[in-house]
């Protein structure tokens, strides 16, 4: 299986903050990565796809890069509504898909 | 829009079945272009991918749980299901009925989830 690792497994930060969160693959995925947010006691709603494609109605503040192994997800200016968890899912490997651990950003 | 709902008990002994159903609204399960999936989230947050099936019913199950797993799809219902036999307490989680747009070999996304069923494993 392609182990996903995410760093940091949690960050604080404030209002207005750039936070970036990094996604590390086992083995070379290309671009075949996903982004996701889960708010405490809700699904995973999906914010990106594609590695850098953000999904309808997500507000541009949330970007997506990165190839190979190395992947980030970066929220410029930190929204009170961001603070959530934050999930990547590689797809390289379908129908086998597998997830990081998780990175929760609360207010500092 | 597309909306899941995982309808099933919320406790289960050790050594049952674990029975769960979802039923899609807002969109037909049939006319691909999807796969219909399974997900689970343990206690401690990680993420499981159980399982998909498509409409036309071939499956593909996580090697990890497929000697237990079992998904079934009822396209006059508008619903898919989840049955995981000999559960442990290893099964507690909150079970995810979700659609995945199958876009071509490797690139796919989970969109929409269900809101999520917690299931525990006790006696």
Redesign the interface.
């Known amino acids: 299986d392609i182990q996903m690792t995410q760093s940091p497994s949690s960050l604080s930060a404030s209002v207005g903050d750039r936070v970036t969160i990094t996604c590390r693959a086992s083995q070379s995925i290309?671009t075949?990565l996903?982004w996701?947010q889960q708010k405490p006691g809700?699904?995973?709603?999906?914010l990106i796809?594609?590695a850098s494609t953000l999904?309808s109605g997500v507000p541009s503040r949330f970007s997506g890069s990165g190839s190979g192994t190395d992947f980030t997800l970066t929220i410029s200016g930190l929204q009170p509504e961001d603070f959530a968890?934050y999930?990547c899912?590689q797809?390289?490997s379908?129908?086998?898909?597998?997830?990081g651990?998780?990175t929760k950003v609360d207010i500092k | 829009q597309v909306q899941l709902q995982e309808s099933g008990p919320g406790l289960v002994k050790p050594s049952q079945t674990l029975s769960l159903t979802c039923s899609v609204s807002g969109g037909s399960i049939a006319g691909g272009g999807f796969f219909w999936s399974w997900i689970r989230q343990h206690p401690g947050?990680?993420?499981?991918?159980i399982g998909?099936i498509y409409d036309i019913g071939s499956t593909?199950y996580?090697?990890s749980l497929k000697s237990r797993v079992t998904i079934s799809v009822d396209t006059s219902q508008n619903q898919f299901s989840l049955k995981l036999r000999s559960v442990t307490a290893a099964d507690t989680a909150v079970y995810?009925c979700?659609r995945t747009r199958d876009y071509s070999?490797?690139?796919?996304?989970?969109?929409?989830?269900?809101?999520?069923k917690p299931v525990t494993v006790s006696s």
């Open positions: 290309s075949y996903n996701y809700k699904a995973p709603k999906l796809y594609v999904q968890t999930f899912q797809t390289y379908t129908p086998l898909v597998t997830f651990g998780g | 947050k990680a993420l499981e991918y998909h593909y996580n090697p995810y979700a070999n490797y690139i796919n996304w989970i969109d929409p989830w269900g809101q999520g």
